[in-house]
């Protein structure tokens, strides 16, 4: 069933669809065969390709879109990449919780790694995430996480990490509370700090929306359904509960529309059956705050605009989409 696109994004609904497309089609183009798991860089580059169709189709269709990101998530854990991990276990938990052991062996042999060591501090962090989300609070199991989590050095660190690059200690902050055997604290430290990820989020947007050219056309080079936020909206409604999650994102917190977008798309993955939250205003192309001339120079250029695989509407130039590790 499709759904309406979140109206604060102001973001034409085909022109997502046809985004998703083309990043699809280009992972189908170069994926590698099941069994080539050598080819490190075919495997992220289709990875990354899936992980951005599966964004944008997120936005307008979410069980097609949660699909292809559990497609991404299995090529990225092909190629050794954690962040596979992360994705299905935000995503769907249900699927991999005979994960956790593998998982968290991977994840405590890296006690005491920075930068350099076999598993990056952005791997770690997103291993450590998706054990925390499988674990049960209170086990032998989520006790000897604490400890690792407790002890490392990232607990207080400030490397970038993410698509919105914020400090480590966030995501750390995370993992902590979903280990937590104390659950009201927990959830409300846990809330608040999706509200920190939901503003910057926000301004992130508020900053890419500056270019009409390149948002218009869905080819912003942001991650618009940003996977930091919505997979761990999704992990903190598994974890600590829907009405918790909804009633400290609501009271006494002040949101700007935008930043309802991500917190609205991760309790959809987590609970597809409940009402839209929160009703946000649907503000359309056609908003009389917009410009009514949109003739000149800055009018929303269409596909007919693009002028070549190097053109305005494709940020990654001619390496395809998925020539990087996005969100990694």
């Not at 994960?99 to 060591?117: F, I, N």
Request: net charge negative.
């Amino acid at each position: 069933m499709t759904s309406p696109p979140p109206g604060p994004l102001r973001l034409d609904a085909d022109r997502m669809r046809t985004a998703a497309d083309f990043h699809e089609a280009y992972g189908h183009l170069v994926e590698p065969d099941e069994g080539e798991d050598g080819d490190f860089k075919a495997l992220v580059e289709a990875a990354s390709a899936y992980r951005l169709a599966g964004q944008w189709r997120l936005l307008t269709e979410r069980g097609p879109g949660v699909e292809l990101l559990l497609h991404a998530a299995w090529l990225f854990s092909r190629a050794g990449l954690a962040y596979g991990a992360y994705l299905r276990a935000a995503l769907a938990p249900d699927r991999y919780g005979d994960q956790l052991d593998s998982w968290t062996e991977r994840l405590l042999r890296t006690a005491g790694q920075r930068h350099g060591a076999s598993e990056h501090v952005q791997q770690q962090t997103y291993l450590l995430l998706a054990c925390a989300r499988l674990t049960t609070p209170g086990s032998a199991q989520a006790a000897e996480l604490r400890s690792f989590a407790t002890g490392s050095p990232h607990r207080d660190g400030v490397v970038p990490v993410g698509s919105m690059a914020m400090p480590v200690r966030t995501f750390w902050g995370l993992a902590l509370d979903m280990l937590s055997p104390e659950d009201g604290p927990a959830a409300r430290r846990y809330a608040g700090t999706l509200a920190e990820l939901s503003r910057a989020y926000a301004r992130t947007v508020d900053l890419a929306m500056a270019n009409t050219l390149t948002w218009f056309n869905a080819a912003a080079p942001i991650d618009v359904a940003d996977l930091d936020v919505i997979g761990t909206v999704a992990m903190g409604v598994q974890r600590f509960g829907l009405n918790r999650m909804l009633d400290l994102l609501t009271t006494g917190t002040e949101l700007p529309a935008v930043a309802l977008v991500p917190l609205d798309l991760g309790m959809s993955v987590a609970s597809p059956e409940r009402p839209r939250w929160p009703p946000t205003p649907d503000v359309r192309l056609d908003d009389p705050d917009e410009p009514e001339d949109l003739d000149g120079p800055d009018r929303p250029n269409g596909p007919d605009d693009w002028g070549g695989p190097d053109g305005p509407g494709r940020p990654w130039g001619r390496g395809g989409p998925g020539g990087g590790l996005g969100g990694l």
